[in-house]
Structure formats: C-alpha cells, structure tokens
C-alpha cells in the first residue's frame, strides 16, 4: 500500500524559509565581500541610525535654551579641523607605505629601515599630538567660557561639561594617530570595531543620561560616538 505522509503547514513553512534563507546565504558568499567593507559599513549604518535618534530624543528630554547649548558646543569644537590639519590620511599613506616594506620576501636591511622609520614617526606623532592636545584644550575651553560667559544658564549648570566635554574631545584627537598608524598597517577592520564599540557605548550612556534628567552632562558623551 502507498504511504502518505503528511506534512504540518507551519512545518512547510518553516524549511521553505530555511531553505530560502540558505540560498540568500549562499549568494552573498558568492559576492565575496571584504570584512573591512562590511565592518566599514556597520559603523556608518549605525551612525545614521544613532544619530537620527539623538535628534529626536533632543526635543523631547530638554528646554530650547539646553538645545542651544548642545549645538553651540558642537559648533565650536569644530575649532579641533584647526588642529587636525588633515594629518589623518598622511599618517595613514606614512604607515601604509613602510608596512609594505616590512611584508616578508623583503630583504632585512629593507625591512629593518622601514621599522625604524615607522618606530620615529610614532614617536615624533607622540610629542606633535600631545602639543597639540594641551594647545586645543587650553584655547578652545577660553573661547567657550568668554562666549557663554553672559548666557542665560548659570555658570555652573555649562562650565563642567564644557570643560569635560572639550578634554573628550581632546583625549580622542590625542589618540586619532594611533588609530590612523593601525588603519595604515592594515588593521581597517579592528580600527572600525573599536569605534563602533566607542560610538555603542557612547549613544548609550548619553541617552540614558539625557531620558534621566543629566542636565547638560549628557553632552559629555557626544565624543564617543
């Protein structure tokens, strides 16, 4: 006698989506995509999507004299492309160009002035960034405090977070050559890792801060992201 065997329609269902979820697996391998892209495109996809949330969030948790100082802040410390002065892309073309040299089938003598070449330029990056750092702090923390000085907000419900906010910003600048050196010797995708985590971590306790009335010191976090 012929045997029937029949089969449950949640169970259909259930292997013909596995079984379509194995093709879209299959054909993504096939495009062979390069895990520093996709790490790449990770952190700006959630760029978008933390940040469209912070707008919206803004409106909501603080008055608009609060909204004033959060852009205002943010506005100012655009003064840090003063210090930047592009030296992220130089340092990693500078790093790029002596880890090529360090790659095995070189010969020793090749590869030996290339690692001393790279262990002088981050020592010279140590001392230029660190001038640096002090130099942005310094300025940009007196040019907010005389901007704010005659606000509405009372000095000391602006002036810690400012100045907190100005030392983040400049701890990050401090650490960017480090970073751009990493990125230059080909470790695009633990670079991009650590600054997703940077930013997770950073949208997080911002607006946990934000919904539970942190004042002003929420801004605090807006450099880890």
Do not use: C
């Amino acid at each position: 006698f012929p045997v029937t065997i029949v089969v449950p329609a949640s169970s259909a269902i259930f292997f013909a989506l596995n079984y379509r979820a194995a093709n879209i697996v299959l054909k993504i391998k096939q495009f062979n995509f390069d895990p520093h892209i996709i790490a790449t495109l990770f952190l700006r996809f959630w760029s978008v999507i933390a940040g469209g949330l912070t707008v919206i969030l803004i409106p909501v948790f603080f008055s608009p004299v609060e909204q004033g100082y959060y852009y205002t802040f943010n506005n100012i410390l655009m003064l840090q492309v003063f210090f930047e002065l592009g030296m992220g892309q130089v340092i990693i073309q500078l790093a790029a160009h002596e880890a090529a040299q360090l790659r095995d089938g070189k010969e020793e003598s090749v590869r030996l002035k290339a690692f001393s070449r790279l262990v002088s330029l981050r020592k010279l990056l140590a001392k230029w960034y660190m001038a640096v750092f002090f130099l942005f702090f310094v300025s940009v923390v007196v040019a907010g405090f005389l901007f704010f000085w005659d606000s509405e907000l009372p000095v000391e419900k602006w002036i810690y977070p400012w100045a907190f906010l100005v030392l983040a910003t400049g701890v990050n600048l401090n650490l960017s050559w480090r970073l751009a050196i990493l990125e230059g010797q080909g470790y695009v995708k633990d670079v991009n890792r650590l600054r997703l985590l940077q930013s997770v971590l950073g949208f997080a306790l911002m607006w946990a801060l934000m919904i539970l009335g942190g004042g002003l010191w929420w801004v605090f976090y807006r450099d880890w992201e």
